[in-house]
């Protein structure tokens, strides 16, 4: 009995332990670290990169992260962004999607040779152009397509919408940077597989390469929008980049073959075909060439890059990848700073050990956050409106009421519209974390489906009182590009609401809204 019980707890004690392994595999799904003068870039280089980012006034920076010889050497966050969070792609989306039509051509599920027609019998015009009947997938992938306006995003059929679009050009002929032609590629893809564009990548690029949590906004027919709409953490999109610089290999296997990744990446057709190259290697990453959902840029790289400054950029010659989230009014100008002062610090060989300049470097990655608002007090107007209801005057907001309770260097705003409520708290000195299903602002508000079907929305809230009379809240949605300014001035019984500071057509600047204090 006794010799049983022992063979009994030593098969258990193994068995805990091969568990035990495979559970400490499984959890360590991050990139490897290093240091970044052994990977032959001066850490003080990169101290410069981060005093020129502080004083860039027309980007926001959210996150950093670059990788020298497949290994981190720097990333930072800036507060109230974080490492765990997912953040909206906007057009990088586009990368991911091209990506999954790499993996359908694999498999033989279709080939980039194949017409767009042959897809979608079903939603065809009466009549079918010479044009619209030539346009292929490869036309799809490197903006070529001949149409000469942009599908809309308002129908209930975006597939049926983009093939009654008339096609004006031959396809291939010129280019047009078109969302909408994305979104066609991941109506194919899903046409071909049976599964969603997310869905589809999941086995293939999603699990090998560790990324979990990302989602993808849908249009009608609960089709991925392909041309944006992809969220994913700041580490997610330098594997994928990574994974492009490996050409196509994760950890000794082929996942995506070679011939794709060359493919891909090169340049397919100009921008502007007028410009010399003389005039080219001067001048901005935007008109360096197009790929198949990538852009060429300068010193013989490529990106992907989303609106507002969302980049992986990868530098073959250097092996490494530069990866940004942003909220910028100069996105092109970040690359900018990429050439200036972190490419030349890549050099060939390890440099010699600066436990000094490491050591800044970490602490000052630590320490990277976005400005909070003051912390001001009124105590006046706090005791005489918390707890109070205004009603609001008609407004193209659909907000009826708005109610204020302030407690504890905190502000809980509720705003109630014509479908919902919503609960909003906002941090005196400090942010306050929060979620909410109320849909924050997006350049592609207007488009049918926008944002809906996503998980609750993770905010981030501050205020400050602008003087005795002005209230300004700060809401950062911290898993996309934008933020959110509410100023309310109060004046006796009544508010006056305006949004100064928000992003979108849905969010566009519109009079102050009136409001009274309902009896």
């Known amino acids: 009995m006794k010799k049983t019980f022992k063979r009994l707890s030593a098969l258990l004690f193994c068995i805990s332990l091969i568990l035990i392994?495979?559970?400490?595999?499984?959890?360590?799904?991050?990139?490897?670290?290093?240091?970044?003068?052994?990977?032959?870039?001066?850490?003080?280089?990169?101290?410069?990169?981060?005093?020129?980012?502080?004083?860039?006034?027309?980007?926001?920076?959210?996150?950093?992260?670059?990788?020298?010889?497949?290994?981190?050497?720097?990333?930072?966050?800036?507060?109230?962004?974080?490492?765990?969070?997912?953040?909206?792609?906007?057009?990088?989306?586009?990368?991911?999607?091209?990506?999954?039509?790499?993996?359908?051509?694999?498999?033989?599920?279709?080939?980039?040779?194949?017409?767009?027609?042959?897809?979608?019998?079903?939603?065809?015009?009466?009549?079918?152009?010479?044009n619209l009947e030539q346009l292929k997938v490869k036309h799809l992938l490197m903006m070529s397509t001949g149409q000469r306006r942009e599908p809309p995003t308002t129908t209930q059929d975006w597939v049926k919408s983009y093939l009654e679009t008339p096609v004006d050009f031959e396809p291939g002929s010129r280019y047009r940077y078109s969302s909408l032609a994305t979104f066609m590629l991941s109506a194919i893809v899903q046409k071909v597989s049976g599964e969603k564009v997310i869905d589809f990548l999941t086995p293939r690029l999603f699990e090998p390469l560790d990324i979990e949590g990302m989602d993808w906004e849908t249009a009608p027919g609960d089709i991925n929008t392909g041309g944006w709409g992809l969220r994913v953490k700041t580490e997610d999109m330098a594997k994928l980049g990574q994974l492009y610089l490996n050409k196509g290999k994760w950890n000794g296997k082929q996942l995506l073959p070679e011939e794709w990744v060359e493919e891909a990446t090169s340049l397919k057709i100009q921008q502007r075909p007028e410009l010399t190259q003389e005039q080219r290697e001067s001048s901005l990453d935007d008109v360096q060439g197009y790929c198949y959902q990538f852009w060429r840029a300068r010193h013989n790289s490529y990106q992907a890059n989303g609106a507002f400054g969302q980049f992986i950029l990868i530098i073959p010659e250097k092996d490494a990848v530069v990866v940004f989230t942003a909220n910028s009014n100069d996105m092109w100008g970040e690359l900018d700073m990429v050439w200036k002062y972190l490419y030349p610090a890549m050099k060939d060989d390890p440099l010699p050990a600066d436990e000094g300049s490491v050591a800044q470097l970490k602490q000052r990655l630590a320490s990277l956050a976005l400005p909070l608002p003051p912390k001001n007090s009124n105590e006046a107007i706090t005791s005489k409106i918390s707890g109070k209801t205004f009603t609001l005057a008609e407004n193209n907001r659909s907000?009826?009421?708005?109610?204020?309770?302030?407690?504890?260097?905190?502000?809980?705003?509720?705003?109630?519209?014509?479908?919902?409520?919503?609960?909003?708290?906002?941090?005196?000195?400090?942010?306050?974390?929060?979620?909410?299903?109320?849909?924050?602002?997006?350049?592609?508000?207007?488009?049918?489906?926008?944002?809906?079907?996503?998980?609750?929305?993770?905010?981030?809230?501050?205020?400050?009182?602008?003087?005795?009379?002005?209230?300004?809240?700060?809401?950062?949605?911290?898993?996309?590009?934008?933020?959110?300014?509410?100023?309310?001035?109060?004046?006796?019984?009544?508010?006056?609401?305006?949004?100064?500071?928000?992003?979108?057509?849905?969010f566009r600047k519109i009079p102050p809204i009136e409001g009274t204090i309902a009896e």
């Not at 990506?99 to 980039?112: D, P």
Request: net charge negative; with cysteine; hydrophobic share 40%.
């Open 21 to 130: 392994s495979c559970t400490e595999k499984k959890e360590d799904k991050s990139l490897p670290r290093s240091v970044p003068e052994a990977e032959g870039v001066s850490s003080k280089a990169i101290i410069t990169f981060l005093d020129s980012a502080a004083a860039n006034t027309r980007t926001e920076f959210h996150s950093f992260m670059l990788l020298r010889h497949g290994k981190v050497i720097a990333e930072g966050w800036w507060d109230p962004y974080r490492p765990d969070l997912i953040h909206t792609m906007y057009s990088a989306s586009k990368s991911f999607t091209s990506t999954a039509v790499g993996f359908a051509v694999k498999e033989k599920k279709l080939s980039i040779e194949d017409q767009v027609i042959s897809f979608f019998p079903d939603k065809l015009p009466d009549s079918i152009s010479p």
């Open 399 to 506: 907000i009826k009421n708005l109610t204020f309770q302030f407690s504890n260097d905190v502000c809980l705003l509720n705003i109630k519209t014509d479908a919902a409520c919503f609960d909003l708290s906002f941090g005196s000195g400090k942010w306050e974390m929060g979620e909410t299903l109320r849909h924050g602002p997006s350049i592609f508000a207007t488009a049918v489906n926008a944002l809906n079907g996503l998980p609750p929305f993770k905010i981030a809230g501050a205020y400050t009182w602008k003087d005795d009379q002005s209230l300004e809240l700060t809401l950062r949605y911290i898993e996309s590009v934008h933020n959110e300014i509410m100023n309310f001035r109060f004046e006796d019984n009544k508010v006056f609401v305006d949004f100064p500071g928000a992003t979108g057509p849905a």
